[in-house]
């Protein structure tokens, strides 16, 4: 928990620097320093991020932004949420059917999850999205604090594509962070991969 408060408090005592940045078109999406870019052929991936720290969120978009990644941000602040989004009734009075895009107009996505998260933790989330045949195929990014050998085992057991460790040195998260951001400008995903139920 100290390793989230280093981290959180430096990004809310940063936050200033991103008091430019333009007006976000959906209330629970993180704000947008640049526009977002309709996806092309697998080449464009939009960031859905699951995260309940609102200093690592900041933190996470600002500097996937300065590496390059000019995509659309979708936020949910713990897993319940998320859940709700992804399995949620369509047209359901939820917090996330209000405020939120509809599921259908997302494309190219990948998520980005941390796993130690009120109501509903990361491990639930990353067990439904791949439990699902509509989500199975969905990128899942684990993005936490802990290192512990089990918890990495068990995500990898559940399905997660790729496991990073967030660095409790505020420098080095802004590198880790810069080279995921790096990474995710080089992902390709099949053309006109959407989230569709049946």
């Known amino acids: 928990m100290r390793e989230r408060e280093e981290t959180g408090a430096k990004a809310g005592a940063k936050a200033g620097e991103n008091a430019g940045a333009q007006p976000n078109p ?6 947008a320093g640049l526009p977002a870019e309709p996806a092309e052929s697998g080449h ?17 978009e600002r500097n996937l932004r300065r590496s390059g990644v000019s995509n659309g941000f979708l936020r ?29 107009e997302l494309a190219n996505f990948v998520v980005l999850l941390d796993l130690r998260m009120p109501r509903v933790d990361g491990f639930e989330v990353l067990r439904r999205l791949k439990a699902d045949p509509v989500t199975a195929s969905v ?7 802990t290192d512990d050998p089990r918890e990495i085992e068990r995500c ?8 990073i460790t967030k660095p409790v040195e ?4 802004i ?15 099949p053309p006109g991969h959407r989230f569709v139920r049946p």
């Open 26 to 31: 959906f209330p629970g999406e993180l704000s």
């Open 170 to 173: 505020y420098d080095a998260f």
């Open 76 to 104: 949910f602040r713990d897993g319940q949420e998320a859940l709700d989004y992804f399995f949620g009734t369509p047209g359901a009075d939820t917090l996330a059917a209000s405020n939120y895009p509809s599921r259908e």
């Open 139 to 145: 990128p899942v990014i684990v993005l936490t604090t």
């Open 175 to 189: 590198e880790a962070v810069r080279r995921l951001g790096f990474f995710l400008q080089v992902v390709k995903l």
């Open 156 to 163: 990898y057991e559940l399905g997660c594509n790729v496991y």
């Open 44 to 60: 464009r991936v939009s960031i859905v991020l699951v995260e309940d720290d609102d200093g690592h969120a900041t933190l996470v």
